[in-house]
């Protein structure tokens, strides 16, 4: 049986209406409940449970709105506070959700100028939807097998507290994060299933479109364990922490590459000349081999060091900190990205693996020193100067070997292993200033400025990889390497009245990454790179109180950049490679007609581009052998464009009930099916709506239940429709004082 549903966009709008009326109802209506404000449990137990009903695509459900699409239940919140004694207290927070895998435990006892210990472990899933793109000339869909994939990440911790009066406080501190699972990768196969004719010549542009989907197996682990002792001698805070830290990584991303494509041996044996005419005279299927790709990429890392920082207090005016730090960071690497390519033999397929780094081992030595003074000067009431600078020192060593496993012969089956090996070293150096202003001599305004200025610079040697069976040191690089970031920020805010607050500020960001090659003046060993951006822009508010039940919110933020890029010479001139334009404005309405109801409206305009050569390339000629084309309908910009409303009242109806609507929306338009002939469309066209209403009883000064219906609709042109979905999902909740 199939429903009609109300279209939701249109519902949206008539909930919105509804939410304007009934709050005007109440605001005019001659009797008001009395209302009994909702209990506030020192301990208590929430039982809830959903329950959605979902037609279409279930997992992109799951990963918009962030729940699974078969439902749960469970203990949604536990809480229990006791006082064991007049000097220690018990606390106990529990949760435990199924379908969302939502699972917490915490224990906590205090006594008062001993100590508290603390133990707890949390778990939480992540949904994701294991979808590739969508080609819509011919409209193929490529998604996964198992569309449904999701990474639970957990937490257990353990932390004691030694804390005498009068004495130094003492913490210890473990804990132990995992994440483990699958999510999707952006990291796309390619496929020929594209409605292109294969013709090399005279078409210049390839059928093949990056549209596969592709995911990531993950299995992470992350161990620290601090030390800390704090303690105040006179004016004189001081702390210090000693900390090792341990992470374990191993993540496979799995790519297909012409998924079920194979070549017929009649057409892979024949001359490369011929080819594109043997090839446009056979389906897509037969235009190239499949390649399965599983690259695997695993770290481990030790960390050891220390921490270690004073505030000392000189006067009413002065304060002095001192920080120091230490890290000892050792490495290894290890993985491999083999490719098992099917080949067509005069006998059938055959699987041929290869590997561009079997058997990848290797690792770093990093050493980190870092230390830091700072000034905090009142000059006067109204004047506030903070002065810092930081500098840091870090030494790196490392070093790496792997195979190559390549396949040669036609056709390529014939397998050989070449070793490789590689080192660099690198010592660095940083500075970097900060100042920090803070003024308030003009009545009702308080005007503040934010700077920092890093600097690097250092020394970076390396060699490429090399076969060390056939030579002793593959090509060697010395290079000055430096990096200039600056940081700064200039603001106000003006409180014009008790109704109205502006605020206004200014900001500048500036990267520059230079590498240049030393050496003799007739042989320079090295690179030539340079990376230079810079952003700025503005943001403003404005609070207004219009009457004590109404008020607003206005922001609007502006941000502009450029990149500029020099290639592999220093005669090459840098050029701009990327230009950036953000803008986002946004209206927040608070409405308390009485104080028995609320409104408010939230709403926000994103405007964001990043154009590299789009519009500039313009038309590419025509040659010999190859069509003219237009370049710009390949180099396009990267739209982020979206709107976004949400609508929320709430309102008693009686004494013991209250009533809560909202309503939520966000579109996206950057979609542009008439580059597909050319490129791979990959912009996101989308709109999610949805509504809910719920009722809040309370039964007794103990017992609170709570129940909402939603509908949620997603319609996603971006996929052609296919990860669409629609259905009402519905949530009740009992919460008990224990």
Known sequence: MKANFLPLSRTARLATGTILICTGCLARGASKPEVDAMPLFESYIKVSGQAPSISGDSSAFQARTKQNSNGGAGIEDLHIAKDLSKTTALTIDGRALTGAEDYLGRFNVTKTDVGSVDVGYKRFRTFYDGVGGFFPLNSQWLPLADQDLHIDRSKFWAEAKLALKDMPVFEVRYTNELRSGRKDSTIWGDSDLTGLAFNLAPNPVSPARKFTPSYLQVGERHQLIEATVK????????????????????????????????????????????????????????????????????????????????????????????GANYELVHTEIGGGRPL???????????????????????????????????????????????????????????????????????????VASTPRTGWAKIHQNVRTPVLELRYTGIKDVALYFNGSKRDLSGVETNTSSYNPLTAALGTPAANNVSEDHGNYTLGANWRQSAFLTLRAEVFQKGHKDNTVGFGTAAAIVGDYYLLDSNYEGYKLSALARVTPQFGFTTRLVSQHGRMKVTGFLPTYPAYDSLNSKNYMISETIDW??????????????????????????????????????????????????????????????????????????????????????????YGVQVEDTSITVGVKRKFSDSWVANAKVGYFESKNDTTGGRTNFHGPVAYLSFEHAL
């Open 231 to 322: 303690h105040t001698i006179g004016k004189t805070s001081l702390q210090f922490t000693l900390l090792g830290d341990q992470t374990n990584n191993s993540d496979t991303r799995y790519v297909m590459r012409f998924p079920g494509e194979v070549i017929p041996w009649t057409i892979a044996s024949l001359a490369t000349a011929a080819q594109p005419a043997a090839k446009a005279a056979v389906a897509a299927t037969n235009w190239n081999n499949q390649v399965a790709i599983a690259e695997t990429e695993a770290q481990k890392t030790k960390t050891s060091g220390f921490n270690a920082t004073s505030d000392t207090i000189i006067n009413d005016k002065l304060t002095l900190r001192f």
């Open 592 to 681: 308390n007609p009485n104080k028995n109801v609320y409104v408010q409206l939230n709403g926000n305009l994103t405007y964001n581009v990043i154009s590299t050569i789009y519009p500039r390339a313009g038309l590419t000629p025509a040659t010999a052998t190859l069509n003219a084309f237009d370049s710009n309908r390949i180099l396009q910009n990267s739209d982020n464009n979206y709107v976004t409303f949400s609508g929320l009242t709430g309102f008693a109806v009686d004494k013991l009930t209250n009533l809560e609507i909202q309503a939520n929306l966000y579109r996206a338009q950057n979609g542009n099916a008439i580059l597909a002939p050319l490129t791979m469309p």
């Open 340 to 414: 098992v390519t099917t080949t067509p033999t005069a006998t059938g397929a055959v699987l041929v693996a290869t590997d561009n780094y079997q058997g990848l081992s290797g690792g770093t030595r990093v050493k980190d020193y870092t230390g830091n003074v700072a000034l905090d000067y009142k000059a006067t009431k109204t004047v506030f100067v903070k002065l810092a600078l930081r500098a840091q020192s870090e030494f790196i060593r490392g070093s790496s070997s792997y195979n190559v496993i390549a396949a040669s012969g036609t056709p390529a089956t014939t």
